[in-house]
């Protein structure tokens, strides 16, 4: 009887620590590759712009946790982005929602469907905004 006791505890302990799910580690997974910003909206003026795929390119390597940015913009955009350079970034979870983080800095919420990411200012873990930029990306 007790070999079952002792068997049965160490099934719930395998249970319980074995069959754990990353979903920081997924989000992460979804967001790696080239993605292209097509629009930034929001902000205290309400802007609206809108960019030529390919003329801004956010390259996310999930190995090294670097995302590339190649800014060729030529517009006189109020915001388009990161400017061009090499970047860390990192992956927050808070329940199920997920936030990206650019060299230590909160961007705000991603949220991914399909081959769409939209990158949020306005919700952050830190609570909801009304006046941050709301970033579209593209595959």
């Known amino acids: ?3 079952y006791g002792i068997m049965l505890f160490l ?3 395998f249970v319980f620590t074995g069959c754990s ?3 920081a580690h997924e989000k992460n997974d979804k967001l790696g590759g080239t993605w292209s910003l097509i ?3 929001g902000g205290f003026a309400g802007i609206d712009e809108d960019f030529e795929k390919g003329a801004i390119v ?3 390597d999930t190995k090294d946790g670097t995302l590339i940015v190649a800014n060729n913009d030529g517009s006189n955009a109020i915001n388009n982005g990161l ?4 970047y860390t970034y990192s992956v927050l979870q ?3 929602q997920f936030y990206l983080e650019v060299n230590d800095k909160e961007i705000g919420e991603i949220v991914i469907d399909k081959s769409q990411l939209v990158l949020d200012q306005n919700s952050t873990t830190m609570g909801n905004g009304a006046d941050g930029f ?5 595959r």
Do not use: C, Q
């Not at 400017?83 to 090499?86: A, D, I, K, L």
């Not at 709301?134 to 593209?138: D, E, G, R, S, T």
């Open 94 to 96: 808070e329940k199920d």
């Open 134 to 138: 709301v970033m579209v990306l593209v």
């Open 21 to 23: 799910t990353d979903n």
């Open 39 to 41: 629009n930034v909206s």
């Open 83 to 86: 400017p061009t350079g090499t």
């Open 1 to 3: 009887m007790k070999a």
């Open 58 to 60: 956010w390259k996310f």
């Open 11 to 13: 099934g719930l302990i």
